[in-house]
């Protein structure tokens, strides 16, 4: 179920899934697992991945979806138990972020440390750009 496309055990998630690699898992059902990040941002930062190998959102399959969102909430209310504030995200591509190819989710706890993602200041939307961008969108 997690190894990776032509029988590779290349990918780690995959390897974390299949416990053939260590990790610290804190949920799990039959389609998704969820183990404490091993270079977490904060304490408690923890990931979730679907056992199925993709490599991004768009490649899970929309039957996968409900569950993995479901696998998304209840690990948050667990890690309200560290703090009821906390990011939930997905870096999807290298420019992103993304370093392991694998679909996963972030959960990071935050304690009043600064958010990397909103570390300066952000642009009102501009209407033309608003515009075009809707109209990019809306075709694809």
Known sequence: MGAAAGGQNAC???RIIDRSAASTIVYE???????LDLFPVTRGHLLIVPKLHVDRLVDLPESAYEGLFKAIA???RRVEGLSTHYNVSM???ELAGQI???LHVHVIPRYGEGTPQW???RERLREEDAAQLSALLRAS
């Open 12 to 14: 780690i998630f995959c």
């Open 100 to 102: 392991v190819f694998h």
């Open 91 to 93: 870096n999807q591509g």
């Open 119 to 121: 570390s300066r200041p």
């Open 74 to 76: 209840t690990v948050c």
């Open 29 to 35: 059902d039959a389609e998704n697992l969820a183990f």
